[in-house]
Structures are given as structure tokens and as C-alpha cells.
DNA sequence: ATATATTTTTAGATTTGTCTAAATATTTAT
DNA sequence: ATAAATATTTAGACAAATCTAAAAATATAT
């Protein structure tokens, strides 16, 4: 495996997150997620092409080839293992391990990840919620369903928060509300769509349906 | 403290290290060291002395001034608690760590490196021997001598190689020599410098003279 | 279908860090 | 003290990654 610039990755990854909504990615929307121009974007295409990591012509949009996604989730593992460090390790709130993170995933020994991985016990998933990559690149998929459309009376497990603003995780917090607390939705108010949601072991709480949808769950106790 | 770039970084730290053996650094010492041409050290002491991190008068050598050695200070910390961490908590061989904490040492990040410490259970030496400042830049300074030059039949603690080669690392591998070995000389035969140590609980073994100057002690049991 | 708006690309400039080759300053040796 | 050797700096070029402004391609709307 090559060894690409932190700027090269930082497209890869991008592009690779992306292309999970759509299925190719456009030159303007990739400028907006990297805080940068178009015609920046257009110069690391064409460099990403002849390292043939994407597929591109010209006004086609790109999206990664087998090769890309292979580099991506090495990226992504890297991102996700560190993220899961500095929480678990290093005692760092929520909101403030992706930053640290987006800086560690450059550094490029694959020992390091390897052990450190070995070192973490092989996490399946990174604080978030979202499933770390194997050494191969696999990863689990696992279920999962908005908050807002889990079933009453079901009882399932926060695994995911798709929204990662500062606002957005200080409502959690409020609310008691993280990756692996368990709940179940226990009526639904047709007149706001809000939520009443009973957390283990505590009293109820009103979840807006604005936050339901940001908050995934997979089923089980 | 401002944020400097990786190459910046490498700079100060390499003025650091080559300032302890001689008051005032070279350019020609500095681009060896750097592995780089004396024209790129030029360009880059222009730079760090309009950033006000080192003395320079053309063709006059260089040194940091107390800014620049908060600096580098800070850097030094980074690289040799990321080497307590490799070779404490992931189990690095000893000669595996520097390489992969030179990258390290460059994610800037204050809290991370606070809290890592933290997590380490603030180290007062790397592997290597090598004291680690602490949160303000100040270290241990432990009294070394080379095992050398120690006195027979004193008890000392092994306290820092100074080379770091693989041949070295595999000698002292070999020798069941390691930082924290606890050692005394019995005899020095004068025909080849070389020396008997007793190792605690260990029969005596054979050191060169070579070996014996690079390999450093504090008194002590 | 044609004009308008939007998106994407190109052309050329900028910054950082590096280089080579030539010029200049300093040191060393006779 | 002066020539030769060495060290340092300058001048100008280059690669990577970015930018602005303008041109070209594509999409949209009447």
C-alpha cells in the first residue's frame, strides 16, 4: 500500500463519505464538505485519477474504484481507532475526540494501528457509534434505525448520532443520552411529533422529533 | 504558544539537540543532521528569526533563544511521551519507537499530550533513558556517567544509550542489558578496555570498551 | 429552442519548503 | 599575508496545494 499526502487522504475520505448518499460525487459538493474551491477540487481529481484511486472524466462527477475504497477504509480505521483511544483511554468528552482524531489518522505506521488496535481489544465500534474497520477492512454493519422510527414499547440501544455539533451533543448530555444507553419510545404526540422516552433505570424524557432523527438505535435490550 | 509546521518543528528540535554539545549551531551541522542541503537551512533560519525562535547574524551560526527552547521543549515532551506509550503500552521493541513518534510528536493538540501523560502516570524517562519534560519544560536531570567510566564494584542503574542503531540494540538484547538494569563493574582488564559486569542475579558478562562508552548509568542500588 | 443560470474546468498566481549553481564570506595553510 | 579550501548565502527554479478570475460545458426555465 502506497503512502498518500494528508491532503490526498483528507479527499479520499471525503469522497468516500459521500459517496454513500449519492452515488457519484459532484465537484462543488466535494468543495463544500473539504472548505475549499472547486478548482482545487478539479486538481486533486485529476491527480487522484492518475493514481487511479477514482474513476473520472471530465463534467462526470467521480466516485472511488475498488483501489479507493481500500485506502478509504484504512483512513477510516485509523480515525476510528484513535477516536476510540482518546474516549476510552484518555477520558476525552464526545465532541472533542474527532478534531484530535483528524490529526492522528495521517500518521501512516501500520504497526502502530495494528497494535494499537490489539492494545484497544479489536473495537467493533468507535465512540460515535460508527463500526471501525478491521485489518482487512471489514467492519459490522450493524441495524440501524432512527430513534424517531423505533417502534413503542421496543426496547433498543443507542449506537449512533448523526449529527455532531457542539449544540447537538450539550441536548444529550442534558438528556443523559450516549452511545450504548438503552431505551424505548413510550407514546408519540401527534401534535408536535415529540417523544416520550424512558431511559433505563430513569425518569422519562421529551425528545423533539428534531433529535429522534438524529439518533439511531439497533434493537435489543 | 503558536502552532508551527512539521518542517519548522524538525528545525528547532535539531537546533535543540546540536546546541547541547556546542554553544552555537552550524549550518552545515544542521543541514547534516536534517539531512538536507546548507541552502534549505539558510532560507529556514530566516524564517525562525523573523518568527523570533533563534539568534542569527549571517555567517555567524545560530541558537535558540528562551522562546525557541520553550519550543522545542514542547516538541521533545511530545516525542518521548509518544515513545513511553509505544514501548510501555503497545510493547514496541526499543528500536521501533523513535521512528513512529517522530510523526507523533507533531499532532499539536496541548490537551492530548496533558492528558496522555496523565494516562501514563506522568513518566519521568523514555525508554531510551531520556528525561520528558513536564507540562511547564522542566525534567529530571539524573547525574549520568558511561558505564565506562564507572567506578568497581559500584552499584548503578542503566540510564540511556546513546546510539540507537539495530547492531547496538541487538548486543544489548543480547547482554540482557536494558534501561533500569541494575549492574556494577568487577574488574576492567587493561589489555582491551574491556569490562566484567555483574548484572543483579545474573552471571557476570563481557563489555567492550565500545559498548561500555555507549551505555549510560546513575549511581545508585 | 434559445437564453439564462449553474457547474466545472482552465489559466495563471501564490505560499511553503525544497533544490542547484553561482557568488560571497570566512577559515586554514603555507 | 595571501592563496586555497571551506562554509554560507543568494538567486532563481521546482513541486505540492491552494487560490482568483475567466472560459467552457452542462442544466434549467421560459
Redesign the pocket.
Known amino acids: 500500500m502506497l503512502n498518500y499526502?494528508?491532503?490526498?487522504e483528507?479527499?479520499i475520505k471525503a469522497i468516500f463519505h459521500l459517496q454513500e448518499a449519492n452515488e457519484t460525487v459532484?465537484?462543488?459538493?466535494l468543495?463544500q464538505e473539504?472548505?475549499?474551491?472547486?478548482?482545487?477540487?478539479?486538481?486533486?481529481?485529476?491527480?487522484l485519477k492518475t493514481k487511479k484511486l477514482i474513476h473520472?472524466?471530465?463534467?462526470?462527477?467521480f466516485r472511488l474504484n475498488t483501489e479507493g475504497k481500500k485506502v478509504a477504509l484504512g483512513i477510516i480505521r485509523r480515525h476510528r481507532l484513535w477516536e476510540f483511544f482518546l474516549s476510552e483511554k484518555l477520558k476525552f468528552e464526545w465532541g472533542e475526540v474527532h478534531e484530535v482524531a483528524e490529526e492522528l489518522e495521517h500518521v501512516s505506521s501500520k504497526k502502530l494501528i495494528d497494535k494499537l488496535d490489539e492494545f484497544l481489544g479489536y473495537p467493533k465500534f468507535d465512540p460515535h457509534g460508527d463500526p471501525i474497520p478491521d485489518v482487512h477492512g471489514r467492519m459490522e454493519d450493524h441495524e440501524r434505525i432512527s430513534l424517531f422510527d423505533l417502534p413503542l414499547n421496543v426496547y433498543a440501544e443507542v449506537c449512533h448520532v448523526a449529527n455532531q455539533s457542539t449544540e447537538m451533543l450539550d441536548l444529550l448530555k442534558h438528556k443523559s443520552i450516549a452511545i450504548g444507553t438503552k431505551l424505548e419510545v413510550k407514546r408519540k404526540f401527534d401534535f408536535d411529533n415529540s417523544l416520550e422516552v424512558k431511559i433505563r433505570q430513569q425518569s422519562p424524557v421529551t425528545i423533539s422529533e428534531q433529535l429522534a432523527k438524529n439518533i439511531f438505535v439497533k434493537y435489543g435490550s
Chains 1, 2 share one sequence.
Not at 5 to 8: C, V
Not at 26 to 29: G, I, Q
Not at 34 to 47: E, F, I
Request: charged share 15%; aromatic share 10%.
Open positions: 499526502s494528508t491532503s490526498e483528507n479527499y459532484s465537484t462543488n459538493a468543495a473539504l472548505l475549499t474551491r472547486p478548482a482545487s477540487v478539479t486538481d486533486m481529481m485529476k491527480k473520472y472524466q471530465p463534467y462526470q462527477g
